[in-house]
């Protein structure tokens, strides 16, 4: 019990130093963060705050010795206790900082120093060093930028002290010069390799005739041939007679230039951990953000590393991406990365198609102004290798066998595996910089998104597959910081979840090493009240493949809306209805009559309850009533119609009785009032024509501006082709037929119908009985022949809410199916909703999946609902643990109830019609 106690104090102490350590390198980090304090400063601020990052700061004093300058503590004295770290610039140390304690010491750790105080010493002398190189780079760019100007008048004489101050600044930069200066004059004809020898006064026997200094290391050979030669001099004296000042100062400005590269491309090419890449971004912006330089050859090499680097090797990505960004973007973009002293990640899918769509739209926005007030809620990125890190720091290596294991384990594992990562401690350079996203978010509410290496791409977009997760953010630091972090873990937990797992087995990604980035945001709206919440958000694509109009082309696009936040217009929904719009034809509606606009419009919506820090759905009725009219902001009169007397009115219309009249949702001045249509329109045009395929995006409107939330590849199948449907079909042999919301495509050789009995499910009691059913459907997605069977059942299959709606299953439980046929029995007023555009909808369509809603009530459709029920049940045979079910779940063989004939499902937009007819095998294949 002792040995087990004096562990747990050892690894607390050691914990409190680590944290000590870390404290004091961002403080020197603050302090190396001011370029306009003069040295002497700088340096009075490191001696007096080192010491809070060593064991015993009241005894730690400490000695800089900089260029033969020594800056000291108060009451400073040299002592036997000590340890130094030179500081380096270009290799050539230039001086040192020493830690000293006043008296002997001993620690628990061994002593008197510790391993993390010495690392620590080593990084701050790094840090240090490059501090001191930026310094004397941005001066020597200031010269350069002023002899450029001063140049544009002045006589060949004039420009020497410019070199001098290159030579003295940076030795490397003017053997370069040098040499560069030398091929110059070669290849232009004023000396040859014998000339040079007899000018510069350097035997013959020390070079090549074929070399003519042209690499550095020919050069130093040059120079160290003895006679006491300054190769420079000679060399640009002979520059001097044949060129004018101007031209040896733009030769001079353009090699300076190219030697600023040329440390980055070493940075970039060599793969360098991203702090050492950080740093030279920082001092490459250093040089260039207040001058014009030209733009050289070696830029765009340099750029298209930056990209691979940091966001993507999608070659795609890659050819768009080098005509709009610049190498400063990536110093930009970096401030607001959090990575690890060795990290080597990127920022992610999620993050990389938003930063690239946001680059297209601003500039495009030069030219088309209905995108120049487009904004980019405030983000923040956690690189993709961090989640490797945090795996191995909490020792939880095993975890990534986990995407090989039987599904239905995976599938019972899951919930374990969230509860561990959400009580696993983050490293503490992770810490730190989570910390730091919060001081610059403040106290907005937060939403923390998956940006996994594989997500949103053009093969696989993962739609909905990962965790995201709101964040009220309100409260003390220490309490925002843990749900912050609580929340990137539950992300990080959602890679090993079955339903990822499965959708990278179905496309071949398995064996593939997914890395997970964090995109942290924040949430667009206004507090109103205990809530928060945007106005308006939802999703949009590009291309309609759900047309409720043949006037409704494909390139029309689709809009998928709803009040508050989006989350009601990703994911299907049990109770409720989101609004559809077509942007090229917005007058043609899903619902025609007032009264099918009133029932089949929003209900709900969702908030962060600041009150209770969590979200939250609420009646929009409910909320109406709740908010004083007069506080309520100017984007809800866009949003909000009044049902009165069996028709719709205005939100200002005299008449209406704010306390009586049911709102309705329907965005009608938002469309006919505002520019929303025509901007979503230019939005997606040049989003598309950019990318060269069809994209999906989320958005969000704070009641001002409209904000980009995401841009992806949309899921579509372009191959989908109306299918041929016989004028004549034998009733004997016609199972189903449809007249609504038909797409196109043809299912054939279907011999396992999969079928949920309306009234059976409806008929199911308790909650247990009704996810059983998801589970026998998932069992059954497993047993039988891929690609050869259907799923038919009643309500919205893959919603969220009440269950009792719609079958309880994931993308995992029914990726093995051809087709998803809801049968929508009218009840009252119920009718399913649809679940076009939803991640669920776009998971279908990638698969290969084909979706119809059949309405067996509505006149002129047909459903043979007498074969469903006399058909032999095989879910006993096959399953038989679930035989109390055969009433709910039926199992068919078609063949065999069929006369031999497979079922064959014909589908055809452009005549709004589908049939499910019984035909021989390969009749249509």
Same mark, same amino acid.
Not at 137 to 161: F, I, V, Y
Not at 515 to 531: F, P, R
Not at 550 to 574: E, Q, W
């Given at each position: 019990?002792?040995?087990?106690?004096?562990?747990?104090?050892?690894?607390?102490?050691?914990?409190?130093?680590?944290?000590?350590?870390?404290?004091?390198?961002?403080?020197?980090?603050?302090?190396?963060?001011?370029?306009?304090?003069?040295?002497?400063?700088?340096?009075?601020?490191?001696?007096?705050?080192?010491?809070?990052?060593?064991?015993?700061?009241?005894?730690?004093?400490?000695?800089?010795?900089?260029?033969?300058?020594?800056?000291?503590?108060?009451?400073?004295?040299?002592?036997?206790?000590?340890?130094?770290?030179?500081?380096?610039?270009?290799?050539?140390?230039?001086?040192?900082?020493?830690?000293?304690?006043?008296?002997?010491?001993?620690?628990?750790?061994?002593?008197?120093?510790?391993?993390?105080?010495?690392?620590?010493?080593?990084?701050?002398?790094?840090?240090?060093?490059? /501090?001191?190189?930026?310094?004397?780079?941005?001066?020597?760019?200031?010269?350069?930028?002023?002899?450029?100007?001063?140049?544009?008048?002045?006589?060949?004489?004039?420009?020497?002290?410019?070199?001098?101050?290159?030579?003295?600044?940076?030795?490397?930069?003017?053997?370069?010069?040098?040499?560069?200066?030398?091929?110059?004059?070669?290849?232009?004809?004023?000396?040859?390799?014998?000339?040079? &020898?007899?000018?510069?006064?350097?035997?013959?026997?020390? !070079?090549?005739?074929?070399?003519?200094?042209?690499?550095?290391?020919?050069?130093?050979?040059?120079?160290?041939?003895?006679?006491?030669?300054?190769?420079?001099?000679?060399?640009?004296?002979?520059?001097?007679?044949?060129?004018?000042?101007?031209?040896?100062?733009?030769?001079? @400005?353009?090699?300076?230039?190219?030697?600023?590269?040329?440390?980055?491309?070493?940075?970039?090419?060599?793969?360098?951990?991203?702090?050492?890449? &950080?740093?030279?971004?920082?001092?490459?912006?250093?040089?260039?953000?207040?001058?014009?330089?030209?733009?050289?050859? #070696?830029?765009?090499?340099?750029?298209?590393?930056?990209?691979?680097?940091?966001?993507?090797?999608?070659?795609?990505?890659?050819?768009?991406?080098?005509?709009?960004?610049?190498?400063?973007?990536?110093?930009?973009?970096?401030?607001?990365?959090?990575?690890?002293?060795?990290?080597?990640?990127?920022?992610?899918?999620? #993050?990389?198609?938003?930063?690239?769509?946001?680059?297209?739209?601003?500039?495009?926005?030069?030219?088309?102004?209905?995108?120049?007030?487009?904004?980019?809620?405030?983000?923040?990125?956690?690189?993709?290798?961090?989640?490797?890190?945090?795996?191995?720091?909490?020792?939880?290596?095993?975890?990534?066998?986990?995407?090989?294991?039987?599904?239905?384990?995976?599938?019972?594992?899951?919930?374990?595996?969230?509860?561990?990562?959400?009580?696993?401690?983050?490293?503490?350079?992770?810490?730190?910089?989570?910390?730091?996203?919060?001081?610059?978010?403040?106290?907005?509410?937060?939403?923390?998104?998956?940006? #996994?290496?594989?997500?949103?791409?053009?093969?696989?977009?993962?739609?909905?597959?990962?965790?995201?997760?709101?964040?009220?953010?309100?409260?003390?630091?220490?309490?925002?910081?843990?749900?912050?972090?609580?929340?990137?873990?539950?992300?990080?937990?959602?890679?090993?979840?079955?339903?990822?797992?499965?959708?990278?087995?179905?496309?071949?990604?398995?064996?593939?090493?997914?890395?997970?980035?964090?995109?942290?945001?924040?949430?667009?709206?206004?507090?109103?009240?205990?809530?928060?919440?945007?106005?308006?958000?939802?999703?949009?694509?590009?291309?309609?493949?759900?047309?409720?109009?043949?006037?409704?082309?494909?390139?029309?696009?689709?809009?998928?809306?709803?009040?508050?936040?989006?989350?009601?217009?990703?994911?299907?929904?049990?109770?409720?209805?989101?609004?559809?719009?077509?942007?090229?034809?917005?007058?043609?509606?899903?619902?025609?009559?007032?009264?099918?606009?009133?029932?089949?419009?929003?209900?709900?919506?969702?908030?962060?309850?600041?009150?209770?820090?969590?979200?939250? #759905?609420?009646?929009?009725?409910?909320?109406?009533?709740?908010?004083?009219?007069?506080?309520?902001?100017?984007?809800?009169?866009?949003?909000?119609?009044?049902?009165?007397?069996?028709?719709?009115?205005?939100?200002?219309?005299?008449?209406?009785?704010?306390?009586?009249?049911?709102?309705?949702?329907?965005?009608?001045?938002?469309?006919?009032?505002?520019?929303?249509?025509?901007?979503?329109?230019?939005?997606?045009?040049?989003?598309?024509?950019?990318?060269?395929?069809?994209?999906?995006?989320?958005?969000?409107?704070?009641?001002?501006? /409209?904000?980009?939330?995401?841009?992806?590849?949309?899921?579509?199948?372009? @191959?989908?082709?109306?299918?041929?449907?016989?004028?004549?079909?034998?009733?004997?042999?016609?199972?189903?037929?449809?007249?609504?919301?038909?797409?196109?495509?043809?299912?054939?050789?279907?011999?396992?119908?999969?079928?949920?009995?309306?009234?059976?499910?409806?008929?199911?009691?308790?909650?247990?009985?009704?996810?059983?059913?998801?589970?026998?459907?998932?069992?059954?997605?497993?047993?039988?022949?891929?690609?050869?069977?259907?799923?038919?059942?009643?309500?919205?299959?893959?919603?969220?809410?009440?269950?009792?709606?719609?079958?309880?299953?994931?993308?995992?439980?029914?990726?093995?199916?051809?087709?998803?046929?809801?049968?929508?029995?009218?009840?009252?007023?119920?009718?399913?909703?649809?679940? !076009?555009?939803?991640?669920?909808? @776009?998971?279908?369509?990638?698969?290969?999946?084909?979706?119809?809603?059949?309405?067996?009530?509505?006149?002129?459709?047909?459903? &043979?609902?007498?074969?469903?029920?006399? &058909?032999?049940?095989?879910?006993?045979?096959?399953?038989?643990?679930?035989?109390?079910?055969?009433?709910?779940?039926?199992?068919?063989?078609?063949?065999?109830?069929?006369?031999?004939?497979?079922?064959?499902?014909?589908?055809?937009?452009?005549?709004?019609?589908?049939?499910?007819?019984?035909?021989?095998?390969?009749?249509?294949?």
């Amino acid at each position: 019990m002792v040995d087990h106690q004096n562990s747990v104090n050892k690894l607390l102490a050691s914990l409190q130093e680590r944290a000590k350590e870390l404290n004091c390198y961002y403080q020197v980090q603050e302090i190396l963060r001011d370029h306009n304090s003069s040295m002497d400063s700088i340096c009075h601020q490191l001696v007096n705050i080192i010491p809070s990052g060593w064991q015993y700061p009241d005894i730690c004093r400490v000695k800089i010795n900089l260029d033969n300058n020594n800056y000291c503590s108060l009451d400073f004295i040299e002592t036997p206790w000590y340890q130094t770290s030179e500081i380096a610039v270009d290799d050539q140390v230039i001086g040192s900082i020493t830690v000293y304690y006043t008296t002997e010491t001993q620690s628990d750790f061994g002593g008197p120093f510790l391993d993390g105080e010495t690392k620590l010493l080593q990084t701050i002398c790094d840090r240090f060093s490059h /501090f001191i190189r930026h310094l004397q780079t941005r001066q020597l760019a200031k010269t350069l930028e002023s002899s450029r100007l001063d140049s544009l008048t002045a006589e060949a004489g004039e420009w020497p002290s410019v070199l001098d101050t290159i030579k003295y600044t940076d030795r490397g930069l003017y053997q370069n010069i040098v040499r560069k200066m030398l091929r110059h004059l070669f290849a232009q004809g004023v000396l040859g390799t014998e000339q040079q &020898a007899e000018l510069l006064g350097i035997s013959k026997k020390c !070079f090549r005739e074929d070399e003519p200094f042209s690499s550095r290391e020919s050069f130093n050979k040059y120079e160290n041939a003895g006679n006491g030669i300054d190769v420079g001099v000679r060399t640009f004296a002979i520059a001097a007679s044949h060129l004018d000042g101007n031209e040896i100062i733009e030769l001079v @400005q353009k090699w300076v230039q190219e030697d600023k590269l040329n440390f980055l491309v070493q940075a970039v090419n060599i793969n360098k951990p991203l702090s050492a890449i &950080a740093d030279t971004l920082r001092r490459y912006y250093d040089l260039t953000h207040d001058h014009d330089y030209p733009v050289l050859e #070696s830029t765009r090499g340099i750029l298209i590393s930056l990209i691979r680097r940091f966001l993507t090797d999608d070659l795609d990505y890659v050819n768009i991406a080098k005509d709009l960004l610049g190498i400063n973007d990536f110093y930009e973009l970096l401030k607001n990365v959090i990575y690890g002293s060795e990290s080597h990640g990127k920022i992610g899918g999620k #993050s990389a198609g938003l930063y690239l769509a946001t680059m297209i739209l601003k500039k495009e926005s030069q030219t088309n102004d209905l995108l120049k007030d487009i904004k980019v809620p405030k983000s923040w990125y956690i690189t993709s290798d961090i989640l490797t890190h945090f795996v191995h720091y909490s020792k939880l290596d095993d975890i990534v066998e986990q995407k090989y294991k039987p599904i239905k384990q995976v599938r019972t594992e899951y919930p374990y595996i969230r509860q561990v990562f959400k009580n696993v401690e983050f490293p503490s350079d992770i810490v730190v910089g989570l910390s730091m996203a919060l001081d610059d978010f403040g106290d907005c509410p937060l939403v923390v998104r998956s940006s #996994s290496i594989l997500e949103d791409n053009l093969r696989a977009a993962f739609p909905g597959k990962y965790k995201s997760l709101f964040l009220a953010n309100k409260g003390g630091k220490r309490k925002r910081l843990k749900e912050l972090t609580e929340a990137i873990a539950e992300v990080y937990a959602s890679t090993f979840g079955p339903d990822p797992i499965e959708y990278r087995t179905d496309r071949g990604l398995l064996d593939f090493n997914e890395e997970m980035g964090i995109l942290i945001q924040e949430v667009v709206g206004n507090q109103i009240g205990n809530y928060f919440l945007p106005g308006y958000a939802g999703v949009a694509f590009s291309c309609n493949e759900f047309r409720w109009s043949p006037r409704i082309r494909r390139k029309d696009g689709l809009v998928r809306m709803v009040p508050g936040l989006g989350t009601r217009a990703v994911d299907r929904l049990s109770n409720d209805y989101p609004v559809l719009l077509s942007p090229g034809q917005p007058n043609l509606k899903v619902n025609g009559t007032p009264q099918e606009i009133f029932w089949y419009s929003p209900q709900y919506m969702d908030v962060i309850n600041l009150e209770n820090n969590c979200l939250e #759905s609420i009646k929009i009725e409910d909320f109406l009533k709740e908010i004083d009219f007069h506080d309520l902001p100017p984007q809800f009169q866009h949003i909000v119609s009044y049902y009165r007397d069996d028709h719709l009115v205005d939100f200002h219309n005299p008449d209406v009785d704010y306390q009586k009249d049911p709102p309705v949702v329907t965005f009608d001045a938002l469309l006919n009032r505002t520019p929303f249509i025509k901007q979503m329109q230019a939005i997606m045009t040049v989003l598309e024509k950019t990318f060269g395929f069809p994209v999906d995006i989320e958005f969000a409107s704070d009641g001002n501006n /409209f904000h980009l939330l995401q841009c992806r590849p949309q899921s579509y199948r372009p @191959q989908c082709q109306p299918a041929t449907i016989p004028a004549e079909i034998a009733p004997e042999r016609l199972l189903f037929n449809a007249h609504k919301y038909v797409g196109n495509g043809v299912v054939s050789d279907i011999s396992h119908i999969v079928y949920v009995h309306p009234q059976g499910y409806s008929e199911l009691q308790t909650h247990e009985e009704l996810t059983t059913v998801g589970k026998v459907v998932s069992q059954l997605n497993s047993l039988l022949p891929k690609r050869q069977f259907v799923l038919i059942g009643p309500g919205r299959w893959g919603s969220r809410g009440d269950i009792r709606l719609g079958v309880n299953v994931d993308y995992a439980d029914i990726n093995n199916s051809s087709a998803l046929i809801e049968v929508a029995r009218q009840k009252g007023n119920y009718l399913p909703e649809l679940s !076009f555009g939803t991640h669920f909808f @776009q998971d279908l369509v990638e698969a290969g999946i084909r979706y119809l809603p059949l309405y067996p009530d509505e006149e002129g459709n047909q459903f &043979a609902e007498n074969f469903f029920l006399e &058909a032999e049940n095989e879910l006993t045979r096959l399953l038989p643990e679930y035989s109390s079910l055969q009433g709910v779940v039926k199992v068919i063989d078609v063949p065999r109830n069929a006369e031999g004939m497979m079922l064959n499902i014909l589908m055809n937009s452009d005549i709004n019609k589908a049939v499910g007819m019984f035909d021989f095998p390969d009749v249509h294949k």
